[in-house]
């Protein structure tokens, strides 16, 4: 008789453990054998010995099988370990899924391989019948004509047990749904027989908010504090360095001194601008019958030798051949129709960040890749093995966005200038700037201009993610493809990359994206975006909402007024009747409370407990990516001590190992 000892690993979540008997076989190269023990899993682990008559050989599988006893009671099984008999290394045989049904489920041995690089042929015969499953279970499909496509599922309820939120997350993230409706109408009865002519009048629904965002509450007038936000506020994505004045930006006469003040910075490599023209012709939504206004602002701002940002002119429209020359706001104008320049700059700066730099460059852009990954890479292969820890509840946050934020009715139709469809029309034209360049900071950075400034803390922080991701990419990847000949003779990986460029990005190669990976370097680096995409880039992204929108006039989800025309007619009347109102800046509260808070649940960049990888030198490779981001960790903590507005939203220990939220 030999022995076995196996130890059985349940996920700690709410309802992983099941009521169902399990049934285990061990496969090994040279037999077969049903454990006569049934289990009953329990969360955590259990560990039993087993005798079998015979040696098995090196192990290939554990099969399992649950029996329903009155009902199916999915189990969450995270892995199966099996010790040997004598000196055997112990096998490891990662799950990670509901096991659900009757039907025997076999898990290979978890050391990653390469197809055809196993000569046993029942690995083979494995993995095409898996990838034949996911491709019948994972299927693409079009949310909107000309966008990227998705998950087949018209709701969370269709999408497949493993893709859906754990019991945790679903509770807390329904719970905080309702609190947020709770606050609205508590903020509504609050205001209900208060004024609303004043901006100190916003503070009625200002509660309780973060360190930051009471920052912005007291500084969001100052010009300094304005410039701020397009280096290192929620959407640090449009500001670049200007290689000649704008041609939309046209001066009028007795202009002369802006002129040469503009020239002169530009010839010093000082003068930036952001251009929000890809909102111009967008219809403005129409609310409770109310017509709301979208505006396609340019502001030109000179950076001082300190090292800040200051605005200089900001023409809120571009011109128009049947209308006057658009009015250019100046620092020196009177007050409040420089601040009204101002909030237009910052209700468009909302409108891209929140549709363009967010929904498409971080979550449908992850969505494609998750997708790709689940539809063409088999639990064996190692990129499959890199990937799946940054997909973890992708799909299910985006189907919820898609039924509740931007559908028919939903958040951006009730409270956003850009809904009742303008927000589709403007994914569209946000399609064609969705290039594989935009999305590497390394070239993204440097196609706009911001390399080397030393206050461009996203852009210093980016790289230096980017950098450390790579590395650990490049180590996972080297242990696997020794030459570039092994990537293009990869058939699962060029056909995963062909998914992702053809079909989910929808013939994205003539924007540089790639339909083959001929080289180690090449596949490296389009992992590395693959990667900081679903991480770092959505953690800048995303965690900024709470502390930059809470305060609503700093960036106002919509506009009630059209964008003025003179200066000297424009009074605190004229600000307040064009910001939100009491319930469409509540609705920006809830929502922005909603979606930037830390999860609590959430899994910090590379420290997902799964243990996909079986091997040491790939176990390695992971522990030194988490030694390099606690590094940067303590790097980014010394540095920001120093500073008088911390920049923490690319800290690893608060990046989210997934677009989860």
Excluded at 9 to 25: D, E, I, K, Y
Excluded at 35 to 54: I, K, N, S, T
Excluded at 186 to 191: D, M, N, S
């Amino acid at each position: 008789m030999v022995r076995y000892r196996i130890r059985v690993s349940t996920g700690a979540w709410l309802f992983s453990r099941s009521f169902n008997r399990v049934q285990l076989w061990l496969v090994g190269e040279c037999g077969e054998a049903e454990l006569e023990l049934q289990l009953c899993p329990a969360r955590g682990e259990e560990e039993f010995d087993h005798d079998v008559p015979e040696d098995l050989g090196p192990l290939q599988f554990v099969k399992l099988r649950k029996h329903r006893w009155l009902l199916d009671d999915a189990w969450f099984c995270d892995r199966i370990t099996v010790q040997g008999p004598g000196a055997c290394a112990e096998a490891a045989f990662p799950c990670y899924r509901w096991v659900q049904g009757e039907d025997v489920l076999s898990l290979p041995e978890g050391t990653a391989c390469l197809v055809g690089s196993n000569p046993l042929d029942v690995f083979q015969k494995h993995r095409e019948k898996e990838l034949k499953e996911r491709q019948q279970i994972y299927c693409w499909a079009t949310w909107k004509e000309g966008l990227p496509l998705t998950i087949a599922a018209n709701c969370e309820d269709d999408l497949p047990p493993n893709m859906r939120f754990h019991e945790e997350k679903r509770l807390d993230f329904e719970w905080t749904l309702k609190a947020g409706a709770l606050e609205i109408v508590l903020k509504r009865v609050y205001t209900l027989l208060s004024s609303w002519d004043r901006l100190e009048d916003f503070d009625q629904i200002f509660w309780s908010q973060s360190t930051l965002a009471e920052k912005v509450h007291q500084c969001w007038q100052d010009d300094e504090f304005f410039g701020y936000q397009f280096l290192n506020g929620t959407n640090p994505m449009t500001l670049r360095r200007s290689t000649s004045l704008p041609s939309r930006l046209v001066l009028p006469s007795g202009m002369e001194e802006l002129q040469a003040q503009l020239e002169k910075e530009l010839q010093n490599g000082s003068l930036f601008e952001a251009d929000f023209i890809l909102l111009d012709g967008i219809p403005a939504n129409v609310i409770q019958g109310e017509q709301q206004y979208l505006a396609a602002p340019l502001v030109m701002l000179k950076m001082e030798p300190n090292g800040k940002l200051l605005p200089m002119v900001i023409q809120i429209q571009p011109p128009n051949p049947s209308s006057p020359i658009p009015p250019l706001f100046l620092p020196s104008d009177p007050p409040f129709a420089w601040l009204l320049a101002k909030i237009w700059v910052r209700n468009s700066d909302f409108q891209l960040h929140q549709l363009q730099y967010h929904l498409m460059n971080t979550h449908l852009v992850a969505e494609v890749i998750a997708v790709a990954t689940m539809r063409c890479l088999p639990g064996l292969h190692p990129v499959f093995k890199l990937l799946i820890p940054h997909i973890r509840y992708t799909m299910e946050i985006n189907i919820r966005a898609r039924t509740r934020l931007i559908s028919d009715g939903g958040i951006f139709d009730k409270a956003v200038g850009t809904g009742g469809g303008g927000h589709v029309d403007l994914l569209r034209r946000a399609v064609a700037q969705l290039t594989y360049r935009s999305l590497c900071p390394p070239h993204d950075l440097a196609d706009r201009g911001l390399l080397g400034i030393p206050s461009a803390l996203y852009a210093h922080d980016a790289l230096r993610l980017w950098e450390i991701t790579a590395r650990y990419v490049e180590g996972i990847i080297h242990l696997f493809y020794q030459t570039d000949d092994v990537v293009r003779g990869d058939p699962e990986l060029q056909a995963w990359c062909r998914e992702i460029t053809e079909v989910g990005l929808c013939q994205a190669q003539d924007r540089g994206f790639p339909i083959s990976l001929q080289s180690r370097a090449q596949l490296c680096h389009f992992l590395t975006m693959c990667v900081f995409t679903c991480t770092a880039q959505h953690g800048a992204i995303n965690q900024g909402q709470l502390d930059w929108y809470a305060w609503v006039p700093n960036a106002p989800c919509t506009m009630r007024m059209p964008p003025p025309t003179t200066k000297e007619d424009v009074t605190v009347a004229t600000v307040m009747r064009s910001l939100p109102d009491v319930q469409k800046g509540c609705l920006q509260m809830a929502i922005t409370w909603h979606l930037g808070r830390r999860q609590p649940d959430m899994v910090p960049l590379g420290h997902h407990k799964e243990k996909y990888f079986s091997s040491l030198k790939a176990n390695a490779v992971l522990n030194q990516f988490q030694t390099d981001l606690e590094n940067l960790e303590r790097e980014l903590t010394a540095r920001n001590e120093q500073l008088d507005l911390p920049y923490e939203y690319l800290k690893p220990s608060r990046i989210e190992n997934s677009v989860t939220i």
